[in-house]
Nanobody, 123 residues
Framework: QVHVEETGGGMAQVGDSLRLTCTAS????????MAWFRQAPGQERDFVAT???????YYADSVKGRFTITRDNTLNTVYLQMERLVPGDTAIYYC?????????????????WGQGTQATVSQ
């Protein structure tokens, strides 16, 4: 079992930066692959970024070059650094973990989810 909790988010303007933090706890949390997904108003939840237990990363094309996912295995924590934000980044951001060290871009591969944190980007 893994408990996932996100912090960070908030309000930003175009071009600003925000950092999201996700902490995983529980017996299966160490070395678990983790990911960020997001859901914009009226849209389905989409993949943003993922990181494997060993640090291999994958990004959605829409955020590549602007967002960076990293992890600190000593703290069981994953970060999503978001740069050069645009209004299209406005969404609820969800952190997810899977009981497997291999990263995946597929939402249904993740068993454990946080409650989500809102990030809003305005002009």
């Amino acid at each position: 079992q893994v408990h996932v909790e996100e912090t960070g988010g908030g309000m930003a303007q175009v071009g600003d930066s925000l950092r999201l933090t996700c902490t995983a706890s529980g017996r299966d949390s160490r070395g678990a692959a983790m990911a960020w997904f997001r859901q914009a108003p009226g849209q389905e939840r989409d993949f943003v970024a993922t990181i494997s237990g060993s640090g291999i990363t994958y990004y959605a094309d829409s955020v590549k070059g602007r967002f960076t996912i990293t992890r600190d295995n000593t703290l069981n924590t994953v970060y999503l650094q978001m740069e050069r934000l645009v209004p299209g980044d406005t969404a609820i951001y969800y952190c997810a973990a899977r009981a497997d060290p291999y990263a995946s871009v597929i939402e249904t591969d993740y068993e454990y989810w946080g409650q989500g944190t809102q990030a809003t980007v305005s002009q």
